[in-house]
């Protein structure tokens, strides 16, 4: 059964602000990059396309919400881990009708991650609303996913989650949904061995267009 701690506090931020900062963390400053790069481990410690799967994906909980999501390993012939990947939230008015991105760190190919948290925070201007969703270690959620057996790219997919509910809800994917992701997934992992597979897969997305 879906279990909800939520907490809702009077809060003095701009909407502006709100609007026009990048988000995953509360602070107005901190750069969402240098985020997910502590997140994601140090560079040298990444696996390869060679070797690993780097999942990518789009969560869209509200125009300006930032999601926080917690997986763990479901798959039993592997070593039990918990996956919590950065999830970097559009922000701005030049962002209106694009989704937030999920970005893994590379996962070896074969796993099965389930969601057994999600966090979802959201502040209006004048008030904060802080929601954590527990699902538990048992069933399934149609957040899960398995990471394929070939090492490259896995496109999780666009999902949407109620904000009140934390219910998952149907989500129309758009042409551009996967393109955002790939672009963000780009912007993180520069300079390493993903860069040249993330851009070929930018290229083809936007010859398909």
């Not at 985020?35 to 994601?40: E, P, S, T």
């Not at 592997?78 to 922000?91: G, M, V």
């Not at 219910?167 to 672009?183: F, I, N, Q």
């Not at 520069?190 to 897969?201: C, F, R, S, V």
């Amino acid at each position: 059964m879906l279990k909800k701690k939520a907490l809702t506090a009077f809060s003095f931020v701009l909407l502006s602000s709100v609007l026009f900062t990048g988000c995953f963390s509360l602070s107005f400053f901190r750069d969402p990059i240098k985020d997910a790069n502590r997140q994601l481990k140090r560079k040298s410690e990444l696996g390869s396309p060679e070797n690993s799967v780097l999942v990518y994906g789009c969560i869209d909980a509200g125009f300006g919400t930032t999601v926080t999501l917690s997986f763990f390993q479901a798959n039993t012939e592997y070593p039990p881990r918990p996956l919590a990947p950065f999830c970097y939230t559009k922000t701005g008015l030049f962002n209106l009708g694009k989704k937030g991105v999920m970005i893994s760190e590379p996962h070896s190919p074969g796993g099965r991650y389930k969601l057994y948290k999600i966090r979802l925070y959201r502040s209006n201007g004048q008030s904060v609303y802080d929601y954590t969703y527990n699902y538990g270690v048992q069933g399934s959620t149609d957040f899960d996913f398995i990471v394929p057996q070939t090492p490259g790219l896995y496109y999780w997919g666009t999902h949407k989650v109620d904000f009140s509910t934390g219910d998952h809800k149907d989500s129309t994917e758009k042409s551009w949904d996967e393109l955002s992701a790939v672009e963000t997934a780009l912007s993180f992992y520069k300079g390493t061995a993903w860069e040249p597979l993330l851009q070929a897969k930018k290229e083809e997305l936007k010859n398909a267009k």
